[in-house]
């Protein structure tokens, strides 16, 4: 019942929370973007590159899925200032999750762009196509679509991981909620409880959308193999 | 170039290809004029698709040369898109492109590749999927369409490039027994048209009724080749006359 | 510009922040793993009593930040009058949330487990029980590893978020010997290497794990 109380002076926080809040989605369009160009040329080194460049972009791939998050947050926060530069926090967190996106990324292109029949790619070059028109108009449309659910569920997780750039002192919802508890220690639980839902509510309308996407953009016989669903 | 070969639509001259250890095509020689449809049968495994593939390059041979009208495919200069525009390519599983309907599988080659505007390629495109028997299938995904409406498609997808010559690869091989008559009727009328054809069938039939010169191969050379009526009656080498026995028993004689 | 000084006299001290990343990874999985399990069978063989909040669980866990939880438990639970230490609260906060992750790769393996596999079992006499324990988890068990192990080495690198509730781990260790010197990025590179290798060992020994427990014609069909 108390609980109910302090939820309702959590309340008065609200827009302010919501306002915080904002800063994660504009941190949230940053980092996919960066991680949605980067992970795309990152999968087609990978698959369509030479030895070198497909090494190059799996070891790539590999460093940014192995290192943590917070530690990347810190590498792109405190690196620059060690070679005289400065970086804004927000486009330090826009880098280290962005690129760490692009690692998690990478992988999921790379999974949809093999799933194509070696056919396509075969029938557009025999059409006189140069590969790189083949890759833009014939793999990658079709890579996109079949990687929606797997980009839906890196959505998923990189919303909540927008949280950890409170560690690089950007003003976004978890360190607002801590100024507010910092304030008034009581109201700890209703404040993190509301940011929970919140971030429930960030998480669940995105994949909704995205489902909305994924059939909108659907076509028929345009599904990974051994998924289920009906053809036509 | 060589004599008597000047005016040779297509020339390819001692195609070797070698995958690991096993030699697929030994040495193949052979010339189409224009206007000319060819016949390639053989048993399986022989390298009939690797030698289609040969000739555009999607396989590149090991040694030997490719003309087309005089210019050299197999050079290292040439710009090998610019000649795969010219040179059609019917695949034996269609390959349609899965995410664009029909009408767009047959215009993408002619506005991505030839530069031609939007509204004529669309022109094209719906011309040349009437000309395969398409009329009203312009919207249709890949995935809606039987197997043969699909190889027709394929087909019209071709023939919007405006080809010199169409490689055919088993068109007919995926299609149900009672698909395959209406791509045949399609390739027929392409032959009378006067569109130069290589074809890799087993359809004895349509060899038989279409074929200028039929090519016989096994285990990656050319056995015999020669006009249908001499292969069929006269074979001069035993393995043609095992083969065609063979081969008439087991698909039987339909006719396209 | 300045080079790259590390002083190497600080490696003890991350060897020690390190073994409590491992201690705090090595609990929360653990803890994680039970939990998990006990959901799985919840959503898979509970009633609608039991599938529901369960569900509910999984949902939460699975939508809301980590850190969210984190604090949830370690700012937030005093509130009620239960305070834990800085360890338990970290263990206890990513133990919650990996159960709810590992719950559904367990849902998904238990019903890849081919469904005359429960009917043999109990044909031979097995109650439900004896049939889940000796029959669809063992088998379960081999088709969830891959999956398992992502999970596993995922928490290892989400363990650094205990940093933040001031416990030295190896990021936290990490933090507080850069704050002290101000020379953050020698530091974090330091670290960033120790997790690199850290997760390598990982996944290396995961992979030798997953060799030795194979069972020839179980898979997981279309399950990675
Ligand atoms: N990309 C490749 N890599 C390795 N071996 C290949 C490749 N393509 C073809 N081969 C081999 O080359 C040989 C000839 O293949 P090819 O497909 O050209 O035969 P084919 O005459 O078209 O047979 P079919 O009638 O079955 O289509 C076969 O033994 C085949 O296994
Ligand atoms: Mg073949």
Redesign the interface.
């Known amino acids: 019942m108390e609980f109910f109380l302090k939820l309702g002076q959590v309340g008065q926080h609200l827009p302010m929370l919501m306002r915080a809040s904002v800063v994660n989605l504009e941190l949230l369009g940053a980092l996919l973007v960066i991680g949605f160009l980067i992970g795309t040329l990152v999968a087609l080194l990978q698959v369509y590159g030479g030895r070198v460049l497909s090494t190059g972009a799996s070891v790539y791939e590999w460093v940014f899925r192995s290192i943590p998050a917070l530690v990347l947050l810190f590498l792109f926060y405190y690196g620059p200032s060690h070679f005289g530069l400065d970086i804004q926090s927000f486009l330090a967190a826009s880098l280290a999750l962005g690129f760490r996106s692009s690692a998690y990324q990478s992988q999921i292109f790379r999974g949809a762009i093999q799933a194509i029949p070696s056919g396509q790619m075969m029938a557009a070059r025999a059409l006189g196509m140069s590969k790189l028109s083949a890759i833009r108009h014939v793999i990658l449309p079709q890579a996109f679509r079949l990687a929606i659910p797997g980009w839906s569920n890196e959505y998923s997780s990189v919303v909540k991981d927008t949280t950890l750039a409170y560690a690089v002192t950007l003003n976004e919802i978890m360190r607002y909620a801590k100024t507010i508890m910092d304030r008034q220690y009581d109201l700890a639980m209703a404040t993190f409880i509301v940011v929970a839902l919140v971030f429930l509510v960030f998480t669940y309308s995105g994949n909704a959308l995205l489902g909305l996407v994924e059939r909108r953009f659907r076509i028929p016989g345009l599904q990974m193999p051994g998924a289920t669903g009906a053809v036509l | 170039m060589r004599e008597g070969t000047m005016d040779a639509l297509l020339l390819v001259e001692d195609i070797h290809k070698r995958y690991g250890k096993e030699e697929v095509l030994k040495g193949v020689s052979f010339q189409l004029q224009k206007g000319e449809t060819k016949v390639i049968i053989g048993p399986s495994g022989t390298g009939k698709s690797t030698l289609l593939r040969c000739i555009n390059r999607l396989t590149e041979p090991d040694r030997g040369r490719v003309w087309l009208e005089g210019v050299e495919v197999t050079s290292r200069k040439v710009d090998i898109n610019r000649i795969r525009a010219q040179i059609g390519f019917v695949f034996q599983d269609f390959n349609l492109f899965t995410h664009l309907a029909a009408l767009d599988n047959v215009r993408l080659g002619p506005m991505r590749v030839l530069g031609m505007r939007r509204d004529q390629a669309t022109k094209l495109a719906r011309e040349e999927l009437a000309r395969v028997g398409l009329a009203g299938k312009e919207d249709a995904f890949p995935a809606q369409l039987s197997g043969g409406q699909q190889q027709r498609v394929s087909i019209a997808r071709a023939l919007a490039m405006n080809p010199k010559l169409i490689l055919f690869d088993e068109p007919t091989s995926a299609l149900d027994p009672e698909l395959i008559g209406e791509v045949l009727e399609v390739m027929i009328q392409l032959a009378k048209d006067g569109m130069t054809m290589i074809v890799v069938t087993h359809e004895m039939g349509f060899a038989r009724s279409v074929a200028d010169e039929i090519i016989f191969m096994e285990k990656g050379v050319i056995v015999e080749q020669g006009p249908p009526a001499q292969l069929f009656s006269a074979p001069r080498h035993p393995r043609t006359a095992e083969f065609l026995s063979k081969i008439t028993e087991l698909y039987g004689e339909t006719e396209g | 510009?300045?080079g790259f000084y590390f002083e190497w006299s600080f490696l003890p001290k991350l060897a020690q922040g390190l073994l409590l990343t491992v201690e705090i990874t090595g609990a929360c999985i653990a803890f994680g793993f039970v939990l998990g399990v006990l959901l799985a069978l919840g959503r898979v063989y509970g009633g609608r009593l039991i599938s529901i909040p369960c569900g509910i669980y999984i949902?939460?866990f699975?939508?809301?930040?980590?850190?969210?939880?984190l604090?949830?438990v370690y700012?937030?639970?005093?509130?009620?009058g239960i305070q834990l230490s800085a360890f338990l609260s970290g263990v206890l906060a990513l133990g919650l949330n990996t159960a709810a992750y590992q719950a559904e790769y367990f849902r998904g393996a238990i019903q890849a487990v081919k469904r005359g596999q429960m009917m043999a079992a109990r044909s031979l006499g097995m109650s439900r029980i004896q049939a889940i324990r000796s029959v669809i988890l063992p088998q379960a068990f081999r088709i969830v590893i891959p999956s398992w192990s992502n999970e596993l080495i995922l928490m290892l690198?989400?363990s650094?978020?205990v940093?933040?509730i001031a416990l030295l781990d190896l990021?936290g260790m990490?933090?507080r010997i850069?704050a002290r010197n101000f020379n953050?990025?020698?530091v974090?590179?330091v670290?960033?290497l120790f997790?690199?290798v850290l997760?390598?060992a990982l996944s290396q020994s995961l992979r030798w794990l997953e060799r030795r427990v194979r069972v020839p014609g179980l898979g997981a069909?279309?399950l990675r």
């Open positions: 510009m300045s949902h939460f699975r939508g809301t930040p980590l850190l969210t939880q604090f949830i700012f937030g639970l005093p509130n009620w690198k989400y650094s978020i940093y933040s990021m990490g933090k850069a953050y990025f020698e974090f590179v670290v960033a997790y690199l997760v390598l069909p279309g």
